[in-house]
Nanobody, 126 residues
């Protein structure tokens, strides 16, 4: 499966962005999908994941800094996963990556994901 992120950009602090992760070459509903990010000079960190069974999500998790501000969702008909980001802060500045693993239950660990997108840049100005 191939993943392609989009939706990044430059926003002021307090603004919002919605990132998209479009999949091709596979049926997205068979995959657990996650978002990670790499800030300037930092390691790549977990942001959120969603796993799926049938037509309902099974697990949704967020890192503490994303709780209450970010929402992960998916549209299986469009083979796309979204990350709605509200109340953005300068610390959210990073390249955001989506990742997928086949029939996974979801994980916050990079090693558990086989497929990765190229990333989309999010810059939050103060």
């Amino acid at each position: 499966v191939q993943l392609a992120e989009s939706g990044g950009g430059l926003v002021p602090a307090g603004g919002s962005l919605r990132l998209s992760c479009a999949a091709s070459g596979g049926i997205f509903s068979d995959y657990a999908v996650a978002w990670f990010r790499r800030g300037p000079g930092k390691e790549r960190d977990f942001v959120s994941f969603m796993s799926w069974s049938g037509s309902e999500p099974t697990f949704i998790r967020y890192t503490d800094s994303a709780k209450g501000r970010f929402t992960i969702s998916r549209d299986n008909s469009q083979n796309t996963v979204y990350l709605q980001m509200n109340s953005l802060k300068p610390d959210d500045t990073a390249v955001y990556y989506c990742a997928a693993t086949f029939r996974g239950v979801g994980s916050s660990r990079e090693i558990d994901y086989r497929y990765w997108g190229q990333g989309t840049q999010v810059t939050v100005s103060s």
